[in-house]
């Protein structure tokens, strides 16, 4: 994991670093049939030309940079007639192949952020286009007075590209008013370079006049398919003078010519047109070093020992932050891992328990089951038990009944043996009674009516305990009330209740039977 991520931070550093210090060349044109235009996204960290021997291949190395796609354009029927672009791995090479010996020129232009190369025919070079390519190598290797003096004597309505130059130096000096004159000049007179709409748009936006700025700025668009426009650097200590008395193109006119006039000398000092352009464009190799870059663009720029220290801090920040969030983000993995685990350790413990309180439900439902089975059981035992138990104390009863009915049928046959051997008694004694109640009556009337009274009671007692008919389920206390009730006594309404189940009961009467007659078989 440290290693990958050790390579992906050596890749974005690379990458980051490659961004920022590589330029990239975004297309070639032919246009005019002269001249080339090399567009890029960025002015490069140094260029130079070089004229083979031959005079007819041009090559142009742009270091630190690359291209998105190598091409190769064919002219037609200019004096380019083709155009090939290489990309090594730290620069860019461009060859230009012409169909006949010629010169040429090399220059940057600011606003389109493209490079201009330019062929020409030494012989064929008039005064005007001697100053205006004499101007041209001055202001590449950033002698702007010298390029300035060139120009003004070379501009005019055959060479409007040099009313181009003029205003980039004046806009570089902080002269918007001058700029603008020359830049008017330059659309007036049809100068081929789009960066002249360009240089319109800024100078009318530091004059305030945002709507011909805008103008400009659609034309410039519309020309160059570039939407933006970057502003120049210029001198903080440059003039600003926006007097409208001056801004108008005849005043500049009057001035330009003015200054040509006065400006003779400086061609009889030098040498002649034809000498001046044989003895500059003829050599073989012509450089443009970048160590003359245009001082008015150093002027508020800020140092490069500073941009590039900005940006290694910036880089080495990134790759701190980057190594911060690999970091957190190794830990972090650790932490969901460690969770995890967690997670995986507590789902494994529940499963156990689980398991566990599973099996610990099958053995209790075991035991419950056993439980369950062993108390259906002993219910059962109970119940049988009680069944047992309630015909033992209903045989019992019937015993007891049945005792009772025999000890009741015994005084009863003892009863009615007394009252058979006691009839001839009663009789004798009947007599005896009636002479004895004869007596009593003729002794006392009053006792006689008592015993009349008491017999009476007695048969009215018998009959009423006649009358009673007894439930079988009535127990003893029913009987005390019935019998403080009715005025007889529990002991006879005991034997009645005896003698009225003994009737009701078959299998007592069977059982009586039996005993009776076994009784008179012995």
């Not at 001056?246 to 002649?272: G, I, Y």
């Amino acid at each position: 994991m440290r290693k990958i991520t050790f390579i992906w931070l050596i890749l974005i550093f690379s990458f980051h670093l490659h961004s920022y210090s590589e330029t990239i060349i975004e297309r070639v044109e032919i246009n005019p049939l002269n001249r080339t235009l090399i567009y890029l996204t960025d002015r490069p960290d140094a260029f130079n030309a070089e004229l083979s021997p031959s005079k007819e291949k041009i090559t142009l190395r742009l270091d630190n940079t690359k291209t998105r796609n190598n091409t190769n354009i064919t002219g037609n029927t200019g004096i380019i007639k083709n155009i090939t672009v290489t990309s090594f791995r730290s620069f860019s090479e461009v060859l230009i192949e012409m169909s006949d010996k010629r010169g040429f020129t090399l220059n940057y232009l600011p606003y389109s952020k493209s490079i201009m190369l330019e062929v020409f025919d030494w012989n064929k070079l008039n005064k005007e286009e001697d100053f205006y390519r004499l101007g041209l190598l001055s202001y590449n290797d950033g002698l702007f007075n010298e390029a300035e003096n060139y120009f003004k004597k070379s501009a005019s309505k055959d060479i409007p590209n040099a009313y181009f130059f003029l205003g980039l130096i004046n806009l570089s000096k902080g002269k918007n008013i001058e700029a603008c004159d020359y830049f008017l000049l330059a659309e007036k007179y049809n100068c081929n370079i789009s960066d002249n709409l360009a240089g319109l748009s800024e100078a009318f936006r530091l004059l305030n006049d945002s709507k011909k700025a805008n103008v400009y700025q659609a034309k410039f668009q519309k020309q160059s398919g570039i939407a933006e426009i970057s502003p120049l650097l210029f001198s903080e200590s440059a003039s600003v003078k926006d007097s409208s008395e001056n801004f108008e193109p005849s005043f500049l006119a009057a001035n330009l010519f003015e200054t040509e006039n006065k400006s003779d000398t400086l061609t009889q000092n030098n040498f002649s047109s034809t000498d001046s352009i044989k003895k500059s464009s003829q050599p073989e190799i012509i450089e443009t070093p970048i160590s003359n870059q245009i001082n008015y663009q150093n002027a508020n720029q800020v140092p490069d020992w500073l941009t590039n220290g900005i940006l290694y801090i910036f880089l080495i920040l990134l790759l701190f932050l980057t190594l911060i969030f690999s970091l957190y983000k190794k830990w972090r993995n650790e932490q969901i891992l460690q969770q995890k685990n967690k997670s995986n350790q507590k789902f494994k413990e529940n499963l156990e328990q689980a398991r566990k309180n599973v099996a610990n439900s099958k053995q209790m439902a075991n035991i419950y089951q056993k439980y369950e089975n062993t108390s259906n059981q002993e219910q059962t035992e109970i119940k049988d038990k009680r069944e047992n138990l309630k015909k033992t104390n209903q045989s019992d009863d019937d015993s007891k009944k049945v005792n009772e009915i025999e000890l009741l049928a015994k005084s009863i046959i003892a009863e009615k043996i007394k009252n058979h051997t006691s009839t001839e008694d009663s009789k004798a004694n009947s007599k005896k009674t009636s002479d004895n109640s004869t007596i009593l009556k003729k002794l006392n009337p009053n006792l006689e009516l008592a015993l009349h009274l008491q017999n009476q009671n007695l048969q009215h007692k018998h009959k009423k305990l006649m009358d009673i008919e007894f439930d079988p389920s009535d127990n003893r206390d029913n009987l005390s009330e019935f019998a403080k009730k009715s005025g007889i006594d529990t002991g006879s309404l005991k034997a009645k209740k005896i003698i009225t189940q003994l009737l009701n009961d078959d299998e007592a009467k069977q059982s009586l039977s039996k005993k009776f007659i076994h009784q008179t078989a012995e």
